[in-house]
């Protein structure tokens, strides 16, 4: 079984289809990082970014935010 962790969410994930695939960020040293989201969590992730690490971290502050909003 693979499990992934939503880098927007930072929920694991297990199972096929249960994350999408957003992309690597290479390292100075050692291969680097894998991206992955849930296909909702993946939505939130904009387009445009040179870096896949600065696009996750700016869809976690958006689903932070409207986690804020819908808590009592």
């Given at each position: 079984?693979?499990?992934?962790?939503?880098r927007v969410c930072e929920e694991t994930n297990a199972g096929l289809g249960a994350?999408?695939?957003l992309?690597?960020?290479?390292?100075?040293?050692?291969p680097?990082?894998?991206?992955w989201a849930h296909p909702g969590c993946a939505e939130l992730?904009?387009?445009g970014f040179a870096s896949?690490?600065?696009?996750?971290?700016?869809?976690?502050?958006v689903y932070l935010q409207s986690r804020r909003?819908?808590?009592p």
């Open positions: 079984m693979i499990v992934h962790m939503c994350t999408v695939y992309g690597h960020e290479e390292a100075a040293s050692g680097g990082w894998a991206y992730v904009p387009p896949v690490a600065v696009a996750c971290a700016q869809a976690r502050a909003q819908k808590s």
